[in-house]
């Protein structure tokens, strides 16, 4: 988390950025800069803003810091709304067409560079089903995104929102306290992939479902003919 409040704050720049972190972290990621050479905060910056998987395109510091000010006046409650509008308008046909939706939650679940958050807890979860109700407005259960916070309770939920899980990603997570995280083996993180896993299987069979609730491992390994590839669909390795 360091490396990233010190890309953000000291080589970014973001208006403010720094009322987004504590005293402590933004010490310890200034200290942190001061220790890199030119080739490490280079390769920082590269992880950071390079691009995104599916997509070939890269950006570099200044053309990043323009898209980010794009949402300097919306709120979470702006994207909320317009979530809710967009959600309004697909849904019927979504509906008539047999077609189940499935949002992903934020990655990670809070805050980076400012930026609104909007499907992060199980509070963002009963907003967003109590203002579309139909079950087609449904959620990709992103076990590793959920579970990168220790707020929540990943196997109460998977219970609680089994009705509307149309999509599983299983991944574990390890957690540090200063808010870092890093993929672990599915049965070492922090998570009870087990008993999350065992809460979606009792859900299945207690629903009224059309269908069952599909269950794939997150960032899974690189086919033969994808070596090389420019992109990494679903964060391959």
């Known amino acids: 988390m360091a490396d990233f409040v010190a890309y953000d704050v000291f080589i970014l720049k973001r208006n403010q950025a720094d009322k987004d972190y504590s005293a402590d972290i933004l010490a310890v990621a200034e200290q942190r800069l001061k220790d890199k050479s030119a080739e490490d905060i280079a390769l920082l910056e590269k992880n950071i803003v390079a691009g995104l998987p599916g997509g070939a395109e890269s950006h570099g510091s200044g ?42 939650p934020d990655d990670p679940p809070f805050p980076l560079f400012g930026l609104p958050r909007i499907v992060s807890t199980e509070n963002d979860l009963d907003f967003l089903f109590d203002a579309v109700s139909s079950p087609a407005n449904g959620l990709t259960f992103c076990v590793g995104s959920f579970g990168s916070r220790a707020d929540n309770d990943l196997v109460n939920m998977a219970g609680k929102y089994a009705d509307r899980i149309h999509f599983t990603h299983l991944r574990n997570v390890s957690r540090d306290v200063d808010g870092s995280f890093y993929e672990a083996e599915h049965l070492d993180g922090d998570l009870d992939m087990i008993g999350i896993i065992q809460a979606l299987l009792k859900a299945e069979k207690n629903t009224a479902r059309t269908h069952d609730i599909f269950m794939r491992p997150d960032h899974g390994h690189l086919l033969a ?13």
């Open 63 to 104: 053309e990043f810091a323009k898209r980010v000010a794009r949402f300097d006046n919306v709120s979470n409650d702006d994207m909320r709304n317009n979530l809710i509008s967009f959600l309004e308008a697909v849904i019927p046909t979504a509906e008539a067409q047999g077609i189940s939706l499935a949002i992903h």
């Open 225 to 237: 003919f994808e070596e090389g590839s420019k992109v990494n669909p679903g964060y391959s390795y």
